[in-house]
């Protein structure tokens, strides 16, 4: 972009503000800024800028490079969820494009201020990723660069394993606890010879460690890994924390992804396009809501829902208005109010309905030989597919269940199958990883083919066995 | 009240933490491909290919593993354009192509293992894979042969070409004429004072040595058997090739009788018949007494077969012939190639076993991922051990 269109485009961006807080949309101010595309690449790699440095990002960085490079995707925007948010856009785009893009970007951050689910949110994530890149410098600088990959590797690796529900946590943290045992019989006549006197007092079960289940993995080896480092845990705390950051914009992106698309066709529609920056815009918007075979497309299906709910709220059907009170006209009110309470989950939960399932043309596929094929339309079940895939974010859902297993320290975990087998190879290579951390044996228990079975790994390499019962 | 926004642009060009972090990751590949040697060394797509073009060889556990669900048995959900239906295919899957014969564990089989495709060219698969071989008890011998000339630029003369003037010998020589005559400092340069730095041209050399392959092409020798052969020779072929210039190469099939082929056809040919080991060992020993003396030529005859030889009289007779060219080689090298490992033990390895002498090499070679460590004990440099006494 040259300095004419530069101005140009900040023109428009101080129209497109006014019309969407005439909308009713309710941003943080937004900084923009104009980056070459290799700038776009690397915050898309790292998720934030300034983020710390690990090979993973790196391929990330390769990867979507090598498809801009190809002209097999682009990324057109980034917006940063802070107070101010920051959004790139990139320099190389058309007006048009970034007035596009401008549009959806203070649509998504409207959202990241009002979705309840943002509520808790660092809004100064960048300060605090800086200063994480930072410490880890540090660390590589005194331990090494290797160490911390090492580590790094590790953590990364279960990264996706903490507490989504923070503010929700159970009473006070778990204390390691002390084991109190019977002394073993010495011979097997003990219980004859005891016979006349009185009877001992009943030692209470040990204390379970941890006392509840805990979801929080990387809290719990932070807190409770035998023999990490003080600098080691502070890395996995910090993991941690940027990725809680990122979890509610896993939670809510079909949501986020469809408010953006909703809102930015509406205010597009209201700037004074000519006729070929009309077709530009219509081809950019289809192209972006195009739908996937292999995926479901967050932007359209997202914005399809708000339209559906816009429109039902605003034309009930007669049943709608007897049955349900519904009085009409209230669909931008409910769509404000559905941006504010839903996550993905209850949003496809409480309006994709059977019509919209059908004219979305969703379907679930699976693997039967060497091909990919359609195996189900029926709404219901694609919906509620689509929704279990959701549950702990498409994660396998597993907690500590025992810190001090065999009372030998040993860490023994359980998923909690709900249908979907873990990938075994994966696991067992994780299995290392957490072995690494915890440095005693580890255990995970799980169902495969519908049998209980435990995977082990002791340090020397892993072995499946089952559960006897 | 709209919220205030800003738009600005700033100077990027000095920010590279992607390209700092992808060049890390690229190096995480090169280590992958030096683990998994042993693995693509063997893959098809290599000894097929024409040797200049690039390669991808699939390297497994570059991906960070995480708990997760088993891709392959789970139901995914999609979009159409608004006519799908149940039953319709939406593509095949795509892993699990391009893999030789005898490969245990096919990708495809495994939906959950993910394959990373790294770009190689074959020199550089080379370099990692030769990085530490090389001829074993190699020893100089005869008159040498010219390896390679080099030029070397390490020589001071007093008359050279202006652009090569040493000025700081030139500068000394000065300065030390000056002190002789009882004057100090510098000046007064006269031609006698020039220094000019100058170049030499150097020959390496290099000890002869002759490798003579040979290879069984009977009935019995299945694809795997072939395939393995085909394999090794390749790399031991580039090998010599690359790391030593003046290597000859004698190549010998052999079923029930020997004959001595070219490079080609000894890589193409496909026979039947049977099996008569010694054949090739005459041949070989043949050759090497006539155009090979043992004074002037390193020799090396290296075998590779299934070991189903025609009977205990001719295992008889490829002993004494081995024992024979052990005579006046340098090492003798035997693979035997047994699928899975399933033979039983009357084969040619079995009588070799009776031979004790460290320069007889025998590997016995049972899965794919055996090419590379076969190599390896080939080639790996190994000096003459002193003698010691009998006890």
């Given at each position: 972009?040259?300095?004419?269109?530069?101005?140009?485009?900040?023109?428009?961006?101080?129209?497109?503000?006014?019309?969407?807080?005439?909308?009713?949309?309710?941003?943080?101010?937004?900084?923009?800024?104009?980056?070459?595309?290799?700038?776009?690449?690397?915050?898309?790699?790292?998720?934030?800028?300034?983020?710390?440095?690990?090979?993973?990002?790196?391929?990330?960085?390769?990867?979507?490079?090598?498809?801009?490079?190809?002209?097999?995707?682009?990324?057109?925007?980034?917006?940063?969820?802070?107070?101010?948010?920051?959004?790139?856009?990139?320099?190389?785009?058309?007006?048009?494009?970034?007035?596009?893009?401008?549009?959806?970007?203070?649509?998504?951050?409207?959202?990241?201020?009002?979705?309840?689910?943002?509520?808790?949110?660092?809004?100064?994530?960048?300060?605090?990723?800086?200063?994480?890149?930072?410490?880890?410098?540090?660390?590589?600088?005194?331990?090494?660069?290797?160490?911390?990959?090492?580590?790094?590797?590790?953590?990364?690796?279960?990264?996706?394993?903490?507490?989504?529900?923070?503010?929700?946590?159970?009473?006070?943290?778990?204390?390691?606890?002390?084991?109190?045992?019977?002394?073993?019989?010495?011979?097997?006549?003990?219980?004859?010879?005891?016979?006349?006197?009185?009877?001992?007092?009943?030692?209470?079960?040990?204390?379970?460690?941890?006392?509840?289940?805990?979801?929080?993995?990387?809290?719990?080896?932070?807190?409770?890994?035998?023999?990490?480092?003080?600098?080691?845990?502070?890395?996995?705390?910090?993991?941690?924390?940027?990725?809680?950051?990122?979890?509610?914009?896993?939670?809510?992106?079909?949501?986020?992804?469809?408010?953006?698309?909703?809102?930015?066709?509406?205010?597009?529609?209201?700037?004074?396009?000519?006729?070929?920056?009309?077709?530009?815009?219509?081809?950019?918007?289809?192209?972006?809501?195009?739908?996937?075979?292999?995926?479901?497309?967050?932007?359209?299906?997202?914005?399809?829902?708000?339209?559906?709910?816009?429109?039902?709220?605003?034309?009930?059907?007669?049943?709608?208005?007897?049955?349900?009170?519904?009085?009409?006209?209230?669909?931008?009110?409910?769509?404000?109010?559905?941006?504010?309470?839903?996550?993905?989950?209850?949003?496809?939960?409480?309006?994709?309905?059977?019509?919209?399932?059908?004219?979305?043309?969703?379907?679930?596929?699976?693997?039967?030989?060497?091909?990919?094929?359609?195996?189900?339309?029926?709404?219901?079940?694609?919906?509620?597919?689509?929704?279990?895939?959701?549950?702990?974010?498409?994660?396998?859902?597993?907690?500590?269940?025992?810190?001090?297993?065999?009372?030998?320290?040993?860490?023994?975990?359980?998923?909690?199958?709900?249908?979907d087998d873990l990938d075994l190879d994966y696991a067992d290579k994780t299995l290392k990883y957490l072995y690494q951390l915890w440095s005693r044996p580890v255990h995970?228990?799980?169902?495969?083919?519908?049998?209980?079975?435990?995977?082990?790994?002791?340090?020397?390499?892993?072995?499946?066995?089952?559960?006897?019962? | 009240?709209?919220?205030?926004?800003?738009?600005?642009?700033?100077?990027?060009?000095?920010?590279?933490?992607?390209?700092?972090?992808?060049?890390?990751?690229?190096?995480?590949?090169?280590?992958?491909?030096?683990?998994?040697?042993?693995?693509?060394?063997?893959?098809?797509?290599?000894?097929?290919?024409?040797?200049?073009?690039?390669?991808?060889?699939?390297?497994?556990?570059?991906?960070?593993?995480?708990?997760?669900?088993?891709?392959?048995?789970?139901?995914?959900?999609?979009?159409?354009?608004?006519?799908?239906?149940?039953?319709?295919?939406?593509?095949?899957?795509?892993?699990?192509?391009?893999?030789?014969?005898?490969?245990?564990?096919?990708?495809?089989?495994?939906?959950?293992?993910?394959?990373?495709?790294?770009?190689?060219?074959?020199?550089?698969?080379?370099?990692?894979?030769?990085?530490?071989?090389?001829?074993?008890?190699?020893?100089?011998?005869?008159?040498?042969?010219?390896?390679?000339?080099?030029?070397?630029?390490?020589?001071?003369?007093?008359?050279?070409?202006?652009?090569?003037?040493?000025?700081?010998?030139?500068?000394?020589?000065?300065?030390?004429?000056?002190?002789?005559?009882?004057?100090?400092?510098?000046?007064?340069?006269?031609?006698?004072?020039?220094?000019?730095?100058?170049?030499?041209?150097?020959?390496?050399?290099?000890?002869?040595?002759?490798?003579?392959?040979?290879?069984?092409?009977?009935?019995?020798?299945?694809?795997?058997?072939?395939?393995?052969?085909?394999?090794?020779?390749?790399?031991?072929?580039?090998?010599?090739?690359?790391?030593?210039?003046?290597?000859?190469?004698?190549?010998?099939?052999?079923?029930?009788?020997?004959?001595?082929?070219?490079?080609?056809?000894?890589?193409?040919?496909?026979?039947?018949?049977?099996?008569?080991?010694?054949?090739?060992?005459?041949?070989?020993l043949d050759i090497a007494n006539e155009r090979y003396p043992a004074s002037e030529w390193n020799t090396y005859p290296f075998h590779f077969s299934d070991g189903d030889?025609?009977?205990?009289?001719?295992?008889?007779?490829?002993?004494?012939?081995?024992?024979?060219?052990?005579?006046?080689?340098?090492?003798?090298?035997?693979?035997?190639?047994?699928?899975?490992?399933?033979?039983?033990?009357?084969?040619?390895?079995?009588?070799?076993?009776?031979?004790?002498?460290?320069?007889?090499?025998?590997?016995?070679?049972?899965?794919?991922?055996?090419?590379?460590?076969?190599?390896?004990?080939?080639?790996?440099?190994?000096?003459?051990?002193?003698?010691?006494?009998?006890?």
């Open positions: 972009m040259n300095p004419e269109e530069v101005r140009e485009l900040e023109t428009a961006i101080g129209l497109i503000v006014e019309i969407a807080d005439g909308m009713g949309l309710d941003p943080y101010p937004v900084h923009f800024e104009l980056v070459p595309a290799t700038i776009m690449y690397e915050f898309g790699a790292y998720g934030l800028p300034g983020r710390f440095s690990h090979w993973t990002h790196g391929r990330a960085y390769q990867q979507i490079k090598t498809m801009y490079d190809y002209g097999l995707s682009k990324i057109y925007e980034l917006v940063i969820n802070t107070n101010p948010a920051y959004a790139f856009l990139l320099e190389n785009n058309t007006v048009l494009q970034n007035k596009l893009v401008a549009a959806h970007v203070l649509a998504h951050v409207d959202f990241f201020k009002n979705n309840a689910y943002f509520e808790h949110t660092n809004r100064s994530m960048l300060e605090t990723v800086s200063i994480n890149a930072e410490r880890l410098r540090r660390y590589e600088f005194e331990h090494g660069r290797d160490e911390v990959e090492k580590l790094l590797d590790a953590v990364l690796s279960i990264q996706e394993h903490i507490d989504n529900n923070p503010r929700l946590r159970h009473g006070a943290p778990d204390e390691p606890i002390h084991r109190r045992r019977l002394d073993p019989p010495s011979t097997p006549f003990d219980d004859m010879l005891r016979l006349g006197e009185a009877k001992r007092e009943e030692v209470p079960e040990p204390r379970k460690f941890p006392a509840h289940p805990e979801k929080d993995l990387l809290l719990f080896l932070a807190d409770h890994a035998p023999d990490l480092e003080p600098w080691q845990r502070d890395v996995i705390h910090i993991v941690r924390a940027e990725q809680l950051y990122f979890l509610p914009q896993m939670q809510t992106k079909i949501m986020n992804e469809g408010w953006a698309s909703f809102w930015h066709a509406r205010i597009m529609r209201e700037l004074d396009l000519t006729e070929s920056e009309y077709v530009q815009f219509a081809q950019l918007h289809s192209g972006v809501l195009s739908p996937s075979k292999r995926n479901v497309n967050p932007y359209y299906v997202g914005m399809k829902i708000f339209e559906d709910i816009e429109r039902r709220w605003d034309e009930p059907t007669d049943d709608e208005r007897t049955k349900l009170g519904r009085a009409g006209g209230e669909g931008r009110a409910k769509v404000f109010e559905v941006r504010q309470q839903d996550n993905d989950a209850s949003f496809l939960r409480n309006y994709l309905t059977k019509e919209l399932v059908e004219e979305l043309d969703l379907y679930l596929y699976r693997l039967e030989g060497d091909k990919w094929v359609i195996v189900e339309k029926d709404w219901e079940v694609v919906r509620d597919t689509i929704l279990n895939s959701m549950t702990n974010f498409g994660q396998p859902y597993i907690v500590v269940e025992d810190g001090d297993y065999r009372r030998g320290r040993e860490l023994y975990l359980k998923h909690q199958h709900e249908g995970i228990e799980t169902i495969v083919d519908g049998k209980s079975t435990v995977l082990t790994y002791e340090g020397q390499r892993g072995r499946a066995e089952a559960v006897r019962r | 009240m709209p919220p205030t926004v800003s738009l600005s642009r700033n100077d990027w060009t000095l920010h590279r933490k992607g390209p700092i972090d992808q060049a890390r990751h690229n190096e995480r590949v090169k280590e992958a491909i030096k683990g998994n040697l042993g693995e693509i060394v063997s893959q098809e797509s290599i000894i097929t290919s024409d040797g200049k073009k690039i390669v991808k060889v699939p390297i497994r556990s570059l991906d960070l593993p995480r708990f997760r669900f088993d891709r392959g048995r789970k139901n995914h959900a999609g979009q159409g354009q608004g006519k799908s239906k149940v039953g319709d295919v939406l593509g095949q899957e795509a892993q699990g192509q391009g893999q030789g014969p005898g490969k245990g564990k096919q990708a495809g089989e495994q939906p959950g293992i993910d394959y990373y495709e790294a770009e190689i060219t074959i020199d550089e698969l080379a370099a990692l894979l030769f990085e530490d071989l090389g001829l074993p008890f190699l020893k100089p011998k005869g008159k040498a042969l010219v390896e390679s000339e080099e030029v070397r630029f390490d020589q001071i003369r007093k008359s050279g070409v202006m652009s090569n003037l040493d000025k700081r010998r030139t500068i000394r020589e000065n300065l030390m004429r000056n002190a002789r005559q009882g004057r100090a400092g510098f000046g007064g340069l006269s031609n006698d004072d020039l220094r000019f730095k100058t170049w030499e041209h150097r020959i390496r050399e290099e000890s002869n040595a002759v490798v003579i392959a040979m290879r069984d092409v009977s009935g019995s020798m299945g694809e795997f058997e072939k395939y393995i052969t085909r394999s090794f020779y390749f790399w031991m072929v580039r090998f010599l090739r690359t790391r030593y210039k003046q290597v000859q190469i004698v190549f010998i099939t052999h079923h029930t009788e020997a004959k001595e082929v070219d490079e080609d056809t000894f890589f193409n040919l496909g026979e039947s018949g049977g099996t008569k080991v010694s054949s090739a060992y005459q041949l070989a030889n025609w009977g205990e009289v001719d295992n008889q007779r490829c002993l004494d012939l081995v024992k024979a060219l052990l005579g006046r080689s340098n090492a003798f090298g035997y693979g035997e190639i047994q699928e899975g490992g399933r033979r039983s033990p009357s084969t040619l390895m079995s009588a070799f076993h009776q031979i004790r002498d460290p320069h007889f090499i025998g590997v016995t070679i049972t899965k794919k991922e055996d090419v590379y460590p076969a190599l390896k004990s080939f080639f790996s440099t190994r000096e003459e051990l002193p003698k010691v006494a009998a006890r």
